[in-house]
T-cell receptor, first 115, second 118 residues
């Protein structure tokens, strides 16, 4: 089955700096890679996702890059703000090839944006 | 957009009792429901995948007789934790796919249930 590794487990940045979180996956058939932000006791919230036929996607301060050959993808947050502080999870799925395909989550990154 | 309603949001039960958690898709048909468990400061771990009208598929290491999943309709799936013990205390969260939602490939999460077994 799919295995998703995520680094770092904790990340502390100064407000306004950039933050980068990296994930690797094992299943070459995975074709959908979402990123979630989760606040304590809440459901995961999708912040950005990317399909396997795209190398990069950007949405305002957030961007995701995908390297299919190396099987890794990264989340980039620029101009970080205190409200970006949360736990971030990457995930992988064969979503595009079947309705029953599950999401496998990475281990999570606790991001802290300091004033 | 797609909404999954999960109840209860939190529950405290005595050791040895059973607890039922419900997830309802409010505006779409959830052919498939995924059940996750999340221990403090850990990731979401898939427990099982349920398809409407058929038996759930459990992940390795998850006791199917302890975590009973029922997906009798396209809008309702339930997880029953039987004979709960303190080590079952966790955050349980469901996720359903709306295959007609092309925005995020349809993965919609419930709000989660915090289970505490005392």
């Amino acid at each position: 089955g799919e295995n998703v590794e995520q680094h770092p487990s904790t990340l502390s940045v100064q407000e306004g700096d950039s933050a980068v979180i990296k994930c690797t996956y094992s299943d070459s058939a995975s074709n959908y890679f979402p990123w979630y932000k989760q606040e304590l006791g809440k459901r995961p919230q999708l912040i950005i996702d990317i399909r396997s036929n795209v190398g990069e996607k950007k949405d305002q301060r957030i961007a995701v890059t995908l390297n299919k050959t190396a099987k890794h993808f990264s989340l980039h947050i620029t101009e970080t703000q205190p409200e970006d502080s949360a736990v971030y999870f990457c995930a992988a799925s064969r979503a595009l090839t079947g309705g029953g395909n599950k999401l496998t989550f990475g281990t999570g990154t606790q991001l802290k944006v300091e004033l | 957009g797609a909404v999954v309603s999960q109840h209860p949001s939190w529950v405290i039960c005595k050791s040895g009792t059973s607890v039922k958690i419900e997830c309802r898709s409010l505006d779409f048909q959830a052919t498939t429901m995924f059940w996750y468990r999340q221990f403090p400061k850990q990731s979401l771990m898939l427990m099982a995948t349920s398809n409407e009208g058929s038996k759930a598929t459990y992940e390795q290491g998850v006791e199917k007789d302890k975590f009973l999943i029922n997906h009798a309709s396209l809008t309702l799936s339930t997880l029953t934790v039987t004979s709960a013990h303190p080590e079952d205390s966790s955050f349980y969260i469901c996720s359903a796919r709306d295959l007609l939602d092309s925005r995020n490939y349809g993965y919609t999460f419930g709000s989660g249930t915090r289970l505490t077994v005392v």
